[in-house]
T-cell receptor, first 111, second 112 residues
Framework: RKEVEQDPGPFNVPEGATVAFNCTYS??????FFWYRQDCRKEPKLLMS?????NEDGRFTAQLNRASQYISLLIRDSKLSDSATYLC????????????WGLGTSLAVNP | ETGVTQTPRHLVMGMTNKKSLKCEQH?????MYWYKQSAKKPLELMFV???????ENNSVPSRFSPECPNSSHLFLHLHTLQPEDSALYLC???????????FGPGTRLTVL
């Protein structure tokens, strides 16, 4: 089983749609969780951290389910500019700040 | 944004060449990273430097040689690479013991 697993997509949605991505992780000792966004031929950029209580930033909502070992990202009212690859990232406990990256989920928002 | 810069942005080299990638961060961070991103694969961590000291070498072949002269600069020296080393090489920085990493734009490397 991969350490961090995502559906690569692509997800093709119309503008204004709501879309959700899931990401599963294999190590139950994982402590920190993130969603990064990567535009085509650009570097990854932090979108949001994922907290146990869930968190929201505008149109984006991230949630963590420790029992089932998955995190999710919900995007409401999709914009054309949301088209990108969304990378799920997990960090293990301890002093080794080693991030484990998923392959990414590709999203295309169409007019 | 100029928080983390990388040069060159594109590099084509032969298998017998020697070249170096450069990364500079202007964020006051004390940890720096090299990642490799290949098509159809997740980001692979190559090296980690904390306070200029290498703390992780993720089983990277010796044809990749990192150098960190200070907390703001990171180099990746390349020699006798293979075509399968063609990829996007990303540099990142963070504060030590913090998870949020900031990436440079990457160097797209092609080995012929």
């Amino acid at each position: 089983r991969k350490e961090v697993e995502q559906d690569p997509g692509p997800f093709n949605v119309p503008e204004g749609a709501t879309v959700a991505f899931n990401c599963t992780y294999s190590n139950s000792a994982s402590q920190s969780f993130f969603w990064y966004r990567q535009d085509c031929r650009k570097e990854p950029k932090l979108l949001m951290s994922v907290y146990s209580s869930g968190n929201e930033d505008g149109r984006f909502t991230a949630q963590l389910n420790r029992a089932s070992q998955y995190i999710s990202l919900l995007i409401r009212d999709s914009k054309l500019s949301d088209s990108a690859t969304y990378l799920c990232v997990v960090n293990l406990a301890g002093n080794n700040r080693k991030l484990i990256w998923g392959l990414g989920t590709s999203l295309a928002v169409n007019p | 944004e100029t928080g983390v810069t990388q040069t060159p942005r594109h590099l084509v080299m032969g298998m017998t060449n020697k070249k170096s990638l450069k990364c500079e961060q202007h964020l006051g961070h004390n940890a720096m990273y090299w990642y490799k991103q290949s098509a159809k694969k997740p980001l692979e961590l190559m090296f980690v430097y904390n306070f200029k000291e290498q703390t992780e070498n993720n089983s990277v072949p010796s044809r990749f040689s990192p150098e960190c002269p200070n907390s703001s600069h990171l180099f990746l020296h390349l020699h006798t690479l293979q075509p399968e080393d063609s990829a996007l090489y990303l540099c990142a920085s963070s504060q030590v013991l913090e998870d949020t990493q900031y990436f440079g734009p990457g160097t797209r490397l092609t080995v012929l």
